[in-house]
T-cell receptor, first 116, second 110 residues
Framework: GAVVSQHPSWVICKSGTSVKIECRSLDFQATTMFWYRQFPKQSLMLMATSNEGSKATYEQGVEKDKFLINHASLTLSTLTVTSAHPEDSSFYIC????????????FGPGTRLTVT | AQRVTQPEKLLSVFKGAPVELKCNYSYSGSPELFWYVQYSRQRLQLLLRHISRESIKGFTADLNKGETSFHLKKPFAQEEDSAMYYCALKEAGGGNKLTFGTGTQLKVEL
């Protein structure tokens, strides 16, 4: 158990367009999910904490109007990159927090975004 | 602010040799420390956490508060241990957020 999926696994979009990435917890409910960004050969940088039914909490330096997060259900959080630019090209990873017991984060496989 | 440092980007060892992946942290409170592993083309997964004090796949890690370290060790490296390893810290009362180190690529050679 404890599987997290992301869709799409990779996406190419044109500069100026918006793209939505979905993160789903498949076999457990997650009131909290996290969105990370990973540059090539670098670490995961936390972008925001997604809370079901409330506003996301963004880390310092992350533009909330550019990276829209919606956590409308206990199994789904979405990240929308608005007006994408080439510098937004990156690997985006989500995780879902499984509560009860050890409170472990389970990670999705990531989404590769390329903005042309 | 909390910080996690992994000084080695790449660590190459021969099969059967001991492995030590270094992790140091800076945090004023009582942190919870983790090691995550990412095998080639797979997602990030938890390897072990300090509060469990367990050995997973032959790996152990001891939290040394005096040296603010949480080094990952294995006495005899196996080829299947080749992967990217990340040390991570969770603050006490920090809403379950994780701060990751920059990662160490472990390569076990035959």
């Amino acid at each position: 158990g404890a599987v997290v999926s992301q869709h799409p696994s990779w996406v190419i979009c044109k500069s100026g367009t918006s793209v939505k990435i979905e993160c789903r917890s498949l076999d457990f409910q997650a009131t909290t999910m996290f969105w990370y960004r990973q540059f090539p050969k670098q670490s995961l940088m936390l972008m925001a904490t997604s809370n079901e039914g409330s506003k996301a909490t963004y880390e310092q330096g992350v533009e909330k109007d550019k990276f829209l997060i919606n956590h409308a259900s206990l199994t789904l959080s979405t990240l929308t990159v608005t007006s994408a630019h080439p510098e937004d090209s990156s690997f985006y990873i989500c995780s879902a927090l499984r509560t009860g017991g050890t409170y472990e984060q389970y990670f999705g496989p990531g989404t590769r975004l390329t903005v042309t | 602010a909390q910080r996690v440092t992994q000084p080695e980007k790449l660590l190459s060892v021969f099969k059967g040799a001991p492995v030590e992946l270094k992790c140091n942290y800076s945090y004023s409170g009582s942190p919870e420390l983790f090691w995550y592993v990412q095998y080639s083309r797979q997602r990030l997964q938890l390897l072990l956490r300090h509060i469990s004090r367990e050995s997973i796949k032959g790996f152990t890690a001891d939290l040394n508060k005096g040296e603010t370290s949480f080094h990952l060790k294995k006495p005899f490296a196996q080829e299947e241990d080749s992967a990217m390893y990340y040390c991570a810290l969770k603050e006490a009362g920090g809403g379950n957020k994780l701060t990751f180190g920059t990662g160490t690529q472990l390569k076990v050679e035959l």
